[in-house]
């Protein structure tokens, strides 16, 4: 019986498969009954099936015979076997779709295979593709774009973003600038407020227009008979200065009164009254008035006195003799070349440090100044000559060479020396003579040696001597013996 009797018989075994069976099921059907016409001992033929997976991404390949459980591709199947093939990406990644020519046509979805032949089937994966969200803008003022992922709770910088990435735009004005609207397609209904967006498979550009804060005229104006100027600052800053043209609406100013040399702050008028000024700045030009008047001028002294001369500064400059009532002074006595200064008195003033007055009617301040008394005539000094240490002897005379420095030199010099008297050695005075030497001068003097001197020197031909005596330094000197 030939392969398609064998067929037709193992249908007439398994029976007509019923109507509403799928073409799986049919499939499997038919391989049955084909399994049951092969000839005994006979088995069926068996095809390579290859799985490749292409491509930047990572993921898996599955197979399913139809009917079966889903698992790891075989490297084979018998033949007509029918499988369905599935390819799942890793987390971060996606299936791009099928590149063979067995399941092109199923693109990105599971393929369905009937194994008719070895077949090779490839599957690319890929990273999950991001479009970029641009962000422009536009007006006179400053600003930026800020990107926030839905549900993180961060903003900053817009950058790029898978598909249905759902995004909160923010539009950041700079320093003295406002946010005015977006004007583009995709936010231009969101108007000042921040844009939601989501991200199709497409790049999105957003344009957000800023402009500058409308600023609202401040005048300030002084007024009175006396000088002085206004300073604003802006509450919580710390900090005041000139007030500037023009300030937002809403902002918050402290005012202040600065008065000048010899005036002082009366009141405010205008959009502030009374003796302090905080406003708000409105939609609307505001204007301030500081009221300011000349304090009323007192008599001011400054007296010197005592036996030595000087100058007193008022202020850093010479004193006036009047001042507006009130008006704080530092005064500095400065005493002439051959004076000291002796003191403060009056006005509050003690001491001889400088001396910080506020003037008041009537004041007067007395600096006193003392000559310097010259010193005494010093004594001239006496000088103490040095001594050549050694010293020749010639005929019982010691030649002694003395030389004198700044000061003349005058005493009397005395030598003594150790001598053997017998068994025993003592030291006694072996000559002495007065001297006068003028300052800067070197003089030779002789010394009439005693006659122990003598022949002490006679033997031995030379002798250790001390110098001692008044206006001269002790000294030790050699004596030498010259025949």
Request: charged share 20%; with cysteine.
């Amino acid at each position: 019986m030939g392969g398609g009797d064998r067929a037709n018989g193992a249908l007439r075994a398994i029976g007509r498969p019923p109507a509403r069976l799928g073409l799986l099921a049919l499939a499997a059907t038919l391989a049955a009954a084909f399994a049951l016409a092969l000839p005994a001992g006979a088995s069926a033929a068996k095809y390579s099936l290859t799985i490749h997976k292409t491509g930047t991404g990572k993921g898996t390949v599955e197979c399913e015979v139809a009917g079966g459980a889903r698992g790891t591709c075989a490297s084979s199947y018998v033949e007509e076997t029918e499988l369905i093939i599935y390819a799942t990406p890793s987390a971060g990644f996606v299936f791009s779709g099928w590149t063979d020519e067995y399941c092109e046509f199923y693109e990105t979805e599971p393929c369905e295979l009937t194994l008719e032949e070895p077949a090779i089937v490839a599957a690319e994966f890929g990273p999950i593709p991001k479009y970029r969200l641009e962000a422009k803008t536009m007006g006179s003022g400053t600003g930026k774009v800020e990107c926030e992922v839905a549900g993180s709770g961060t903003a900053g910088p817009c950058g790029e973003y898978p598909a249905e990435t759902e995004l909160n735009l923010y539009a950041v004005p700079g320093s003295e600038s406002e946010f005015v609207e977006w004007t583009d397609d995709d936010c231009f209904v969101y108007g000042a407020e921040p844009c939601e967006v989501t991200f199709e498979e497409e790049p999105v550009a957003v344009v957000a227009e800023f402009g500058p804060i409308p600023k609202y005229p401040l005048v300030t104006e002084t007024t009175g008979t006396g000088k002085g100027a206004v300073e604003c600052e802006v509450a919580g800053s710390g900090t005041a200065g000139p007030c500037a043209s023009g300030y937002p609406a809403e902002t918050e100013l402290n005012l202040y009164a600065v008065a000048g040399p010899e005036s002082e702050f009366v009141e405010w008028t205008g959009a502030c009254l009374g003796s302090s000024c905080n406003l708000t700045v409105e939609e609307e030009a505001t204007d301030v008035t500081a009221v300011f008047k000349s304090r009323p001028q007192v008599p001011f002294s400054v007296v010197k006195s005592g036996s030595g001369t000087g100058t007193v500064s008022c202020g850093g400059g010479a004193c006036a003799s009047s001042y507006s009532e009130g008006t704080k002074l530092t005064l500095v006595a400065s005493p002439a070349p051959g004076s000291t200064f002796a003191g403060w008195s009056g006005g509050g003033c003690s001491g001889t440090g400088s001396c910080q007055v506020t003037v008041k009617s009537g004041m007067t301040v007395t600096a006193t100044f003392d000559a310097v008394q010259a010193p005494p005539a010093s004594t001239p000094l006496a000088g103490i000559p040095t001594v050549v240490p050694v010293a020749f002897v010639r005929s019982g005379y010691a030649v002694l060479r003395l030389t004198c420095d700044e000061a003349p030199c005058r005493g009397e010099l005395k030598l003594t020396a150790k001598i053997r008297a017998g068994k025993t050695v003592k030291r006694v005075a072996i000559g002495a003579r007065p001297f006068a030497i003028p300052a800067g001068a070197s003089r030779a003097l002789t010394v009439t040696l005693s006659h122990a001197a003598r022949r002490q020197l006679a033997r031995g031909g030379r002798l250790k001597a001390k110098l001692t005596g008044t206006g001269i330094a002790e000294a030790a000197v050699l004596l030498k013996l010259r025949r």
